[in-house]
């Protein structure tokens, strides 16, 4: 029996996604939050959030460390750039929101066997490999030093500590970058920096 917590910001998404898991044999609720902070019960399973629900740090917190859960992610519009972020951040399936009970439950279960589960149009474009991009003005030590960072997932707030400085040094590091790199999220700056040996991971 896999143990499922259930975390949405509204009342009517979690109430609809505790039927969704109700009607499943294998799978058994073992709470339904609004945000992780509220949950005090067992550790569960495998965790299903609604994209509209996660906080900033919400899935570090959830797949960082020893206590890691399998998250199922369901995602209003999920674009190439944030369904890479949240693969790169632990997450184990990432769906449409609009997805069927019947994909939901199979995510769930895929997810607590350790498998990674995607929408076949998500995973179409993950698997195409972009040419590789020149890089324009070069990247300062102090820039290579925060993608490197960004590469480990790390958040704003989390770079600011480690490096000692105020996080809106950090999001003017960022956003120099991205132009730089021409890169239009972080994911993929990481990306680019990655395929020109920029970064190592």
Same mark, same amino acid.
């Given at each position: 029996m896999t143990r499922v917590l259930v975390i949405a910001s509204s009342a009517?998404? !979690? =109430?609809g996604l505790e039927s969704v898991l109700r009607s499943a044999n294998s799978v058994e609720i073992a709470g339904s939050v609004a945000g992780w902070s509220e949950y005090a019960g067992e550790e569960p399973d495998v965790v299903l959030v609604d994209s509209e629900s996660v906080a900033d740090d919400t899935l570090t $917190?959830?797949?960082?460390g020893e206590a890691a859960y399998p998250v199922v992610l369901l995602a209003e519009e999920a674009r190439l750039p944030e369904i890479a972020e949240a693969l790169r951040s632990g997450v184990r399936a990432v769906l449409p929101r609009q997805s069927s009970p019947a994909q939901i439950v199979a995510a769930v279960e895929a997810a607590s066997a350790g498998l990674i589960v995607l929408h076949p149009a998500d995973l179409d474009a993950l698997l195409i490999n972009p040419p590789a991009r020149p890089i324009g003005e070069p990247l300062t030590p102090r820039e290579v030093e925060v993608l490197g960072m960004l590469a480990e997932g790390q958040s704003n707030k989390?770079? =600011?500590? !480690?490096?000692?400085? &105020?996080e809106h040094t950090v999001k003017f590091h960022v956003t120099s970058i991205l132009g730089k790199l021409n =890169?239009? &999220?972080r994911? $993929? =700056?990481v990306m680019i920096g990655i395929r020109q040996g920029v970064i190592m991971i």
């Open positions: 009517i998404v !979690r =109430a $917190e959830l797949t960082g989390a770079i =600011a500590h !480690r490096l000692n400085i &105020s =890169a239009g &999220s994911t $993929e =700056a």
